[in-house]
Nanobody
Framework: QVQLVESGGGLVQPGGSLRLSCAAS????????MGWYRQAPGKQRELVAV???????NYADSVKGRFTISRDNGNDMVYLQMNSLKPEDTAVYYC????????WGQGTQVTVSS
């Protein structure tokens, strides 16, 4: 059974930081491209960042320079370090794994508000 379990969301003030974690199980983690998506109320789900199986990363323009995605293949984990958070970063953040099939986590809420 494939599971992607996110953690690390919460309430943070503008300018603050959070680190999201995603623990994967049931997949051969090293062959999957791992990504973080987010969905704000009333908006479509959008890609935030992805780290390919080979290590290359891509970011949405809106988070470049503020967010960093990383992966730990030894522990089947993917992380999203979020700095200089803005109110517009408020959303549910989802972990995503993609290879021949793709899988989603259940999401973790991030709220940026004073």
């Amino acid at each position: 059974q494939v599971q992607l379990v996110e953690s690390g969301g919460g309430l943070v003030q503008p300018g603050g930081s959070l680190r999201l974690s995603c623990a994967a199980s049931g997949i051969i983690f090293g062959i999957y491209d791992m990504g973080w998506y987010r969905q704000a109320p009333g908006k479509q789900r959008e890609l935030v960042a992805v780290v390919r199986s080979g290590g290359r990363t891509n970011y949405a323009d809106s988070v470049k320079g503020r967010f960093t995605i990383s992966r730990d293949n030894g522990n089947d984990m993917v992380y999203l370090q979020m700095n200089s958070l803005k109110p517009e970063d408020t959303a549910v953040y989802y972990c995503h794994a993609e290879a021949a099939r793709d899988y989603w986590g259940q999401g973790t809420q991030v709220t940026v508000s004073s």
